[in-house]
């Protein structure tokens, strides 16, 4: 009898669990055909756009498969040792700033979208990078540069060094014991040519990750010691700016371009672009930096990079604003080159070394769209990352080239809604509503300083307020903050050229210099050239 009624118990139970577990599901999963519009009415069904031409038939995605399919199976390992090593990173480039991209490019077209490819995914092999850093479960772009670009995890916030360095520790940080160098110093090593450019400064935290060693990425000048370490005296603990002129690897770089003028002028110094130096030690680096480098030349605006004669100069400094550079949608095209132009001029000097060149490029300004809940900044930064990959690819051999595409973190950028296909992807969702019956942005940020609510706090309309036509708006959020923050996602790794194949899968972020310091045979790792390395 208690047997019985255990096993009736038990029957009871599970037909509750079933009944709640059905509950869940038909609440919660879409089906569009009990769907209904609080638009148009509760007796009103949604109407799904059709498909673009030719999608309805089956035979369209069976062929599309199959040609991908024989792609794949044509395309055979590239063994080669690669002579070149180019490194691009989309600052804050998540894997939905990609896709919304993606389909930005395709619309502005005149396309739906989202058949749409960006350069770098068209490259053959694709994986994902893990950003945590030693202390971080989400990264800034210190940390992880730390990570890409020298080998090791480190403490959030920091550059160049190992997670025995703590935040604004001057002495942690100054001892050589606790620097770990970048692959940029292997390069030279090898005897390659090594360079950088950036759409920030040359001191911001990411290109750092390739020359400095910091116990704060904010120590740019010696006067930002002061402001955030508190040191009265900077002596002991140099500035990354001052480490990027006189101090190797930065010394030896024969490219480097991006904005920040500032960190390297007294204050007392006007610089090119009308505005006073930073520094406060009186130190001129630019002044510096020329008396060290007799052959090389020094460019502040466009025109003056692209007239430089490469072939009578050893070392290119391009510094094209006084702090970041401008967004290439607000920018002055006339005085500040685009990323696909510096890209053009650093590959046709660096490839005068017949030993080859190792170079780091960032797309800086996709980061500062995000922050700010602008995707319509962070995709048009995107979309010019990717066409200086282009340049690259067209200009290089992927016989002797690696080209790798990643990002350094992600940010809470949402793609949402069921809208049909062609909708502006910077527009409203044309689908669903919310429970107010206001149509909400497809694009949308988990945090940030707006959040488009009326004195009830229900949502307003943006009809007319957000759209591809305002690259410049700020997009929805749920959470209020002063500014937005980085998401702790994966992020992508697209590669082509020589050992390509390496970079797939789920990767730890500090592995990928490793991967290209073994196809260029640099470093004091194992590389392909090892005969005892299978």
Known sequence: MKLLLLFATIVVLANSLHVK??????????????????????????????????????????????????????????????????????????????????????????????????????????GLSKTYCSNAQVADSACSATAYLCGVKANIVTIGVSAKVNYNNCTESMDKANHVSSIAAWAQKAGKATGFITTTSLTHASPAGSYAHVASRFWESDADITTWAGLTDTSGCMDIAQQLITQEPGKNFNVIMGGGMGKFLPNSVQ??????????DGKNLLS????????????????????????????????????????????????????????????????????????????????????????????????????????????????????????????????????????????????????????????????GTEQYLDEQGKRIDLTGILGGHNIMGQYPSYIEVDYGVHGGDDVGVFASGPYEHLFRSSLEQHTLPHLMAYAACIGDGPTMCDKKTP
């Open 21 to 126: 577990e059905s509950a869940v599901h038909s609440s919660f999963d879409f089906d569009p055909h009990l769907a209904r519009s609080k638009v148009n009415g509760p007796s009103s069904r949604i109407v799904f756009p059709s498909p673009p031409a030719g999608e309805a038939n089956k035979e369209f995605w069976i062929n599309r498969a199959q040609q991908e399919l024989k792609e794949r199976l044509q395309k055979p390992l590239n063994l080669n040792q690669a002579k070149n090593v180019i490194l691009f990173m989309g600052d804050g480039m998540s894997l939905t700033t990609v896709a919304a991209s993606r389909i930005r490019k395709g619309q502005l077209k005149g396309n739906t979208g989202d058949e749409e490819l960006l350069s770098f995914e068209k490259f053959p092999y694709t």
């Open 271 to 280: 610089d090119s672009h009308g505005k006073n130096g930073e520094r406060a």
């Open 288 to 447: 510096t930096w020329q008396y060290m480098h007799k052959k090389g030349a020094v460019v502040t605006d466009r025109a003056g990079l692209l007239a430089a004669n490469l072939t009578k100069v050893d070392n290119i400094l391009g510094i094209f604003q006084s702090g970041i550079m401008d967004y290439h949608a607000l920018a002055n095209n006339t005085k500040q080159p685009t990323l696909e132009e510096m890209t053009e001029v650093a590959i046709k000097f660096l490839s005068k070394n017949n030993k080859g060149y190792f170079i780091f490029i960032e797309g800086g300004l996709i980061d500062y769209g995000n922050h700010g809940n602008a995707p319509g900044i962070a995709i048009d930064e995107t979309l010019e990352l990717e066409k200086a990959v282009q340049k690259a690819r067209d200009m290089t051999n992927p016989d002797e080239t690696l080209i790798v595409v990643t990002s350094d973190h992600g940010h809470p950028l949402s793609m949402s809604g069921y809208s049909g296909r062609g909708n502006d992807i910077m527009g409203l969702s044309d689908l669903m509503p919310d429970n107010n019956g206001q149509r909400y942005t497809t694009l949308n940020y988990a945090t």
